[in-house]
């Protein structure tokens, strides 16, 4: 075989691994086919308090989307960030197609041989997947210090599902060294608008620095699908090309450009979220679980029987995340207004605790 050929089948090695996710509601069905309905999904961490939708016009749907309004919401999208500029945020629906495209612009369509990625772990599942598929060694490691030595490192931040949170000055740090050997350090911060200004890193990104941003979680419109990478200006260019002119939907456009300059709802929700939050671990505590991190849009408990908590909320018809690497972990999101009682009652069940 020529080394063109190896070097393809190489490329070709890594396989898809299924991973659970939150949210599938039809798997919660299958495991729990007689708990009631409706559901209370509180699997996801998405705003349950989700960011009105604004009436749409009817062009939104039949025309193609204008390049004016993305070059609008890329500039507002700046601004909300922190970036320093328009030309350094590239949008896409969603962040997940965005990381593969990262790792193209900093180290060519064919990951070259002996490359190394190290992803601060436990986080989202996907961007260990993603890495694999673009031809990396993976190690999956809890020490800040060990990303390092990597040639890719992506650090999830606030992080998912234990909202761990790493100071600013480390990520600036770890990003600087990570440039200087040619290397890309991503920094995921799709929970990062429910905290306020100054741990993020988007004002300082560079060649090796890039940031990941999701629209849809503090906004609770998962289903929108718009996330944007904040890098460079010329990787965020090389970034736009690959996508294309028209990757944002123009009703996914309208309702960007909408929420992303509503400040007042940003405000009022960040401090709706809190007051939530504490509610929620209030509610916890009294069950007798304790709360051992999380964000405001979702709790991350510790408990041995959480396993068995896992199956009675279940059998009540409200979904919650376990893991199965953590069995004594559970991930908890904030209920709607009219879940509150359901939930409580079903914590307060002594049945779980047996």
């Known amino acids: 075989m020529s080394g063109t050929g190896e070097r393809e089948e190489r490329q070709m090695a890594p396989v898809m691994h299924r991973i659970e996710h939150g949210g599938n509601l039809r798997r919660a069905e299958s495991l729990f086919p007689t708990a009631p309905r409706p559901w209370i999904d509180l699997s996801t961490g998405i705003n349950p308090h989700a960011y009105p939708v604004p ?49 193209e612009a900093r180290f060519g369509s064919f990951t070259p041989d002996g490359k ?25 490691t809890q020490d800040l210090a060990d990303l390092s030595a ?41 929970f990062m608008d429910v905290l306020a200004p100054g741990a993020s890193v988007t004002d300082s990104v560079h060649e090796g620095l890039a940031v990941l941003r999701s629209f849809g979680k503090f906004y609770g419109l998962a289903g929108v699908r718009l996330g944007f990478a904040v890098t460079s200006a010329a990787v965020a260019a090389r970034l736009s090309a690959r996508l294309g002119p028209w990757v944002i939907p123009g009703p996914t456009l309208a ?14 929700m960040r401090l709706r979220l809190n007051r939530k939050a504490a509610e929620l671990d209030r ?8 709360v051992v991190g999380g964000t405001s849009l979702f709790r991350y408990v510790r408990h041995p029987q959480a396993q068995r908590l896992f199956r009675h909320l279940g059998e009540a018809g409200i979904l919650v995340r376990r893991f199965a690497e953590r069995p004594d972990c559970l991930r908890i999101g904030l209920p709607r ?18």
């Open 55 to 103: 009436p749409l016009a009817p062009e939104a749907f039949s025309r193609l989307p204008e390049p004016d309004d993305l070059a609008r919401l890329k500039d507002i999208a700046a601004k909300i960030y922190g970036a320093a500029s328009a030309d350094q945020i590239a949008a896409a629906a969603g962040t997940q197609i965005l990381v593969p495209l990262l790792i």
């Open 116 to 140: 190394t990625a190290a992803i601060l772990s436990p986080t989202y599942a996907e961007h260990a997947q993603m890495a694999r598929l673009a031809g990396f060694a993976v190690r999956e």
């Open 150 to 190: 990597a040639d890719l490192a992506i650090v999830v931040n606030p992080n998912n599902p234990d909202g761990r949170l790493i100071a600013r000055d480390e990520l600036l740090s770890l990003g600087r060294h990570l440039a200087a050997k040619g290397g890309l350090l991503v920094v995921d911060e799709a």
């Open 255 to 268: 309702i960007g450009l909408a929420a992303l300059g509503d400040r007042n709802w940003q405000a009022e």
């Open 283 to 290: 509610l916890l505590s009294a069950a007798g679980l304790t």
């Open 337 to 354: 207004p009219p879940e509150w009682k359901r939930l409580e009652k079903a914590l307060c069940s002594e049945i779980w605790h047996v």
